[in-house]
Each structure stands twice: as C-alpha cells, then as structure tokens.
T-cell receptor, first 114, second 112 residues
C-alpha cells in the first residue's frame, strides 16, 4: 500500500523554464509534507516543507503547493537551472507515538537541459 | 554538508555475516532515524530513537536492531545477512518538534 506516490518517474525541462513535480498521498492523517533532492551517492537534501494548515510555502526559486482536498502537493522550481538536475522525493509525516517517521514517494528524476 | 555523519561509506560482506553501521547526528539533535533505500522498495523507514529510547518502528526485520548511546550516536546492527539486504542505509536526525530531517551520506551495503 503506497501511501505517497510520485507518478512521473522522470521530467525533462529546458533551462530557465518552470519545473513542476507532483506528488499524491492517500492518508489524510499526514500533516507535514517535505521535498528532498538527491544526487547519486549522496543522502537526500532537505529543500522545502509545508504544514497541512497552509496551502503554499515559498523559498527562493522553490514553491510548494498543497491541495488537501485533492491530497496533492507540487513543487515548482522557477527558473530551472542545470544544477537542479537530480532525483526529487516528496515525503509525508504525522506525529504517531511522538515519532515523525517520513513516508517517501518513489522519486522523480528531473533533467534540466541547458 | 548536513552535519550528519555515517560510517563506513561502503561495506561488502558475505551472506550470513553481521555488520554494524554507525551514525552521528547533527549537534543538538536528539532524534535519530534509520532508512533503507533499495532498488525495488525506495526509501523505507526502519526505526527511530529519541534521546536513547526507541520511539517508532517501521518495517524493520527481526534480524536488524538499533540503539542510541548516551552521546547520541546510533548504531544499526544487521545480522544473518541475505543478498536482499544489499541497499543504501541512511541515517537522519532532527530537532524535537521539527518536521525536517537531515540525512547523512549513507552506507552502501553489498552482500555477496
């Protein structure tokens, strides 16, 4: 039972354009959502997060949108740069037994072409 | 650099053996999490420790165990290793009350 899904395994975008990465979840108990970026042979790097009480959070070129009714979140990168080429994971969490384990999607490989 | 360190970076061992992976969290972080990334399963939560106590458990096999020491470093012990245990093992840490987790560079385990 995959509770967090990233349906696009890959995305190719031209440098300077917008990259939109999507993520869907099924568990309505999730109350915190995160995006991570991962290069090969490195650990995931935290990018941006959003609480379920918000519908948008922005940090520089990165904006995350949350649509709770649709159980959908997206990450917008504007403008896209070649250095953004990596695998992007969305993750969700809820506080259970005071823990906040992350449930990850399968990842989307973003390729930004110069 | 996230501030989370993991050793060793690579580990090659044979089936049936036992290994120990080590993690040091960021300074001040009391929570440590272990995740496994395999080709077919993606990133999966294994276990969390908070200030020395087990706090949450995921789909961790009985052959696997972990602990967190008084200096807050953590070790993940994998025993009776099988070929299917070959994976990347990541440690992450966080501040209490924060949703963000910061990941180490991982340990690549290869079981032959």
């Amino acid at each position: 039972d995959q509770q967090v899904k990233q349906n696009s395994p890959s995305l190719s975008v031209q440098e300077g354009r917008i990259s939109i990465l999507n993520c869907d979840y099924t568990n309505s108990m999730f109350d915190y959502f995160l995006w991570y970026k991962k290069y090969p042979a490195e650990g995931p790097t935290f990018l941006i997060s959003i609480s379920s009480i918000k519908d948008k959070n922005e940090d520089g070129r990165f904006t995350v949108f949350l649509n709770k009714s649709a159980k959908h979140l997206s990450l917008h990168i504007v403008p896209s740069q070649p250095g953004d080429s990596a695998v992007y994971f969305c993750a969700a969490s809820f506080f259970r037994n005071a823990g906040n384990m992350l449930t990850f999607g399968g990842g989307t490989r973003l390729m930004v072409k110069p | 650099d996230s501030g989370v360190t993991q050793t060793p970076k690579h580990l090659i061992t044979a089936t049936g053996q036992r290994v120990t992976l080590r993690c040091s969290p960021r300074s001040g972080d009391l929570s440590v999490y272990w995740y496994q990334q395999s080709l077919d399963q993606g990133l999966q939560f294994l276990i969390q420790y908070y200030n020395g106590e087990e706090r949450a458990k995921g789909n961790i096999l009985e052959r696997f165990s972990a602990q967190q020491f008084p200096d807050l470093h953590s070790e993940l012990n994998l025993s009776s290793l099988e070929l299917g245990d070959s994976a990347l093992y990541f440690c992450a840490s966080s501040v209490e009350g924060s949703g963000e987790q910061y990941f180490g560079p991982g340990t690549r385990l290869t079981v032959t």
